[in-house]
């Protein structure tokens, strides 16, 4: 069974950069696609973006469009999402997810395997 431990979030300024890490353990991520979410209180968790174990397709929401990327590294089972240019409403707890399948998906309900989460805050 995988382990998904995600590490990187933090407290910063809107208008910096953070870069989240989520590492596997007990299991591979290399033939799976991976992804990212996010959740704030109240409401949803949401899609962030997604990347195909190839790393030859990623998928983004329209509010990370140009500002996140998602990559992964499966010699290392790991994945990244570099957020750039934070806005306020990018606070939320962040949390990464494995997908069995090589297609990708938006959905969490589509994800099997889901780590903890980091909180990301970001003040204005």
């Known amino acids: 069974q995988v382990q998904l431990v995600e590490s990187g979030g933090g407290l910063v300024q809107a208008g910096d950069s953070l870069r989240l890490s989520c590492a596997a353990s007990g299991s591979t991520i290399s033939w799976y696609v991976m992804g990212w979410f996010r959740q704030t209180p109240g409401k949803e968790r949401e899609f962030v973006a997604a990347?195909?174990?190839?790393?030859?397709?990623?998928s983004y929401a329209d509010s990370a469009k140009g500002r996140f990327t998602i990559s992964r590294d499966n010699a290392k089972n790991t994945v990244y999402l570099q957020m750039n240019c934070l806005k306020p409403e990018d606070t939320a707890v962040y949390y990464c997810a494995r997908r069995r399948t090589y297609a990708l998906a938006t959905s969490q309900a589509e994800y099997d395997d889901w780590g903890q989460g980091t909180q990301v805050t970001v003040s204005s």
């Open positions: 990347i195909s174990w190839r790393s030859t397709d990623t």
